[in-house]
């Protein structure tokens, strides 16, 4: 059953046909989902495969729309519109592709897959913002959480490496890339998460902010300090990292090469590898122990001065400090004894998406 997936970000495309499992065919784009360039590349691949039997696409945010992997017809595209701002970076250039290939796919099943579909059940101690009753009633304010299925495929990938089943499963997951978030997991499922109503929240990303304290963006806001445009360009464009280092960069591998010499790369630095921490310590509190930290994301995967850093002050946790660097495999850092198990997990959303469409279709045919 082959399934083509679709990733779209703010800035790139990724598309990979999986068969059998894996990914047979994939095509990677550093461009604008939405340019002319994208739109011609995507057509003429998909062209230059077979008709697959059906699209997954990776949905940033569901909203209150779309709670689970869903069909999408006539219906459930117009819904999505209305939600569209609550990802801006990433809802409209899924919605882009998502158009350009049910134009070009018109007989296959298109099937959105939402990253806070993982968060769809957080306990409500969890979920709930300390907000007015009507706001939350009104608006559906909630803590949606994201990057559920990268969550979803490193939490079963964990169990078997570790060689044990879901159910007595309890492990924090820090997912660390462009975007970066925390998440407790227990037995499979998800009680708390770092990022909140949007992918804005949490930790610090490559360019944007994380948690800030609100009452500071009321007081940009107010005396003409600055625009809401202004503001909302800063907190998703230039801040996080690109902010910490004063302009020099987003990605960790350059800034870990530019901390010998370059103060504001190492403050980025001490900053990222703190929130991330607190963070981890903070999700660790929902559990009841702690089997497992596993570090998935391009940062999580491929970096690791980060994971080291990290995880020196986590000692209290029962973390130990990785013993190895990087692996060219999923599998464990951590030494023998340690009480708790680091594992380092390539992330693999296209496989995520494929299983979740797979599990679409056959309940469908069922």
């Not at 890339?177 to 109503?197: E, H, L, N, P, W």
């Not at 990605?251 to 090469?257: F, G, H, I, P, S």
Request: hydrophobic share 40%; aromatic share 4%; charged share 20%.
């Amino acid at each position: 059953m082959a399934i083509l997936t679709v990733n779209a970000g703010s800035h790139s495309v990724h598309l990979v046909y999986v068969d059998n499992g894996s990914g047979a065919a994939r095509l990677d784009l550093s461009e604008p989902p939405g340019s002319a360039t994208a739109m011609k590349a995507v057509g003429a691949f998909v062209e230059q495969h077979e008709v697959p039997h059906a699209v997954g696409h990776r949905l940033v945010h569901g909203g209150d729309v779309v709670r689970q992997p869903t069909v999408v017809d006539d219906g459930v595209r117009a819904a999505l519109d209305a939600i569209s701002d609550l990802a801006p970076l990433h809802v409209p250039p899924t919605l882009a592709l998502l158009d350009r290939l049910r134009h070009q796919l018109p007989d296959v099943l298109h099937v959105v897959c939402p990253d806070t579909a993982f968060h769809a059940d957080l306990p409500v101690a969890a979920a709930t913002y300390a907000l007015p009753t009507w706001w939350r009633s009104r608006w559906g304010l909630r803590r949606y959480g994201f990057h559920g299925l990268s969550y979803a495929w490193a939490s079963r990938r964990a169990t078997e490496l570790l060689g044990r089943d879901t159910s007595e499963l309890q492990m924090v997951i820090a997912h660390l890339g462009g975007g970066a978030s925390v998440c407790a997991v227990d037995g499979g499922r998800s009680v708390d998460t770092s990022m909140g109503f949007t992918p804005l929240d949490g930790v610090p990303m490559s360019t944007r902010s994380g948690a800030v304290d609100p009452g500071m963006l009321i007081w940009l806001l107010r005396r003409g300090r600055l625009s809401l445009d202004a503001l909302a360009h800063g907190l998703y464009r230039e801040s996080g990292l690109l902010g910490l280092s004063d302009g020099r960069s987003g990605d960790t591998r350059e800034l870990v090469a530019a901390a010998v010499d370059d103060p504001t790369a190492g403050l980025a630095l001490d900053v990222y590898v703190h929130r991330v921490r607190r963070e981890i310590a903070a999700a660790a509190s929902s559990l009841s122990r702690l089997d497992a930290l596993v570090f998935t994301g391009e940062i999580g995967w491929d970096q690791p001065e980060v994971r080291h850093g990290v995880c020196l002050g986590l000692g209290q946790l029962g973390v130990p400090t990785p013993v190895r660097g990087n692996r060219t495999d999923d599998g464990k850092v951590s030494p023998d004894n340690a009480r708790v198990t680091v594992l380092v997990i390539e992330t693999r959303e296209d496989l995520q998406i494929a299983v979740e469409t797979r599990t679409v279709l056959r309940s469908r045919s069922a």
